[in-house]
T-cell receptor, first 111, second 114 residues
Framework: AQSVSQHNHHVILSEAASLELGCNYSYGGTVNLFWYVQYPGQHLQLLLKYFSGDPLVKGIKGFEAEFIKSKFSFNLRKPSVQWSDTAEYFC?????????FGTGTRLLVSP | GAVVSQHPSRVICKSGTSVKIECRSLDFQATTMFWYRQFPKKSLMLMATSNEGSKATYEQGVEKDKFLINHASLTLSTLTVTSAHPEDSSFYICSARITDTEAFFGQGTRLTVV
């Protein structure tokens, strides 16, 4: 069955700290992977996506993620977070048509 | 990116009544739309996949007679919560996909059943 797990439920960082959010997926076939962000009071927005090619994917706002097939992982990274990155982050995978989400990670960046 | 509009954004209804939530793709045609439910401090749970012109496909554990989905056109899908109960109170989100690689989400609907 298709599933996504995110290991960190809550993360608190100071501004300028580096960020890495874990994401592991399970799916037997070809998989597309996504990171979505939900800022307070706003709807889900796509940060980045991977479906083939270079396993290091760069997204908006300085975020990147690396697809490691051997580890079934797609971790999200940012070298230096800002207060405005405070939000909830969801990893998702897409197998046959369905988009399945992880439980989400709530990130709080203190100024 | 493409725009998906969901209406209403908030609704309060009495227990036992039905509530309809609309999901529209504003600048593209969506043959497939998805309905999610988001619980507090939890992830988005896929409820059903809505296909234009055919019956929706429900995920295991989702009552299809309670959560009626209609996808009558390429730009509109509706979710009707029938005979609502307080435990149906939640945040409902729709999404539409243009390709296999990206989905666009509506703003969500906060349903409160009193």
């Amino acid at each position: 069955a298709q599933s996504v797990s995110q290991h960190n439920h809550h993360v608190i960082l100071s501004e300028a700290a580096s960020l890495e959010l874990g994401c592991n997926y399970s799916y037997g076939g070809t998989v597309n992977l996504f990171w979505y962000v939900q800022y307070p009071g706003q709807h889900l927005q796509l940060l980045l996506k991977y479906f083939s090619g270079d396993p290091l994917v760069k997204g908006i706002k300085g975020f990147e993620a690396e697809f490691i097939k051997s580890k079934f992982s797609f971790n999200l990274r940012k070298p230096s977070v800002q207060w405005s990155d405070t939000a909830e982050y969801f990893c998702a995978s897409s197998g046959f048509q369905k988009l399945v989400f992880g439980t989400g990670t709530r990130l709080l960046v203190s100024p | 990116g493409a725009v998906v509009s969901q209406h209403p954004s908030r609704v309060i209804c009495k227990s036992g009544t039905s509530v309809k939530i609309e999901c529209r793709s504003l600048d593209f045609q969506a043959t497939t739309m998805f309905w999610y439910r988001q619980f507090p401090k939890k992830s988005l749970m896929l409820m059903a996949t809505s296909n234009e012109g055919s019956k929706a496909t429900y995920e295991q554990g989702v009552e299809k007679d309670k959560f009626l989905i209609n996808h009558a056109s390429l730009t509109l899908s509706t979710l009707t919560v029938t005979s609502a109960h307080p435990e149906d109170s939640s945040f409902y989100i729709c999404s539409a996909r243009i390709t296999d690689t990206e989905a666009f989400f509506g703003q969500g609907t906060r349903l409160t059943v009193v």
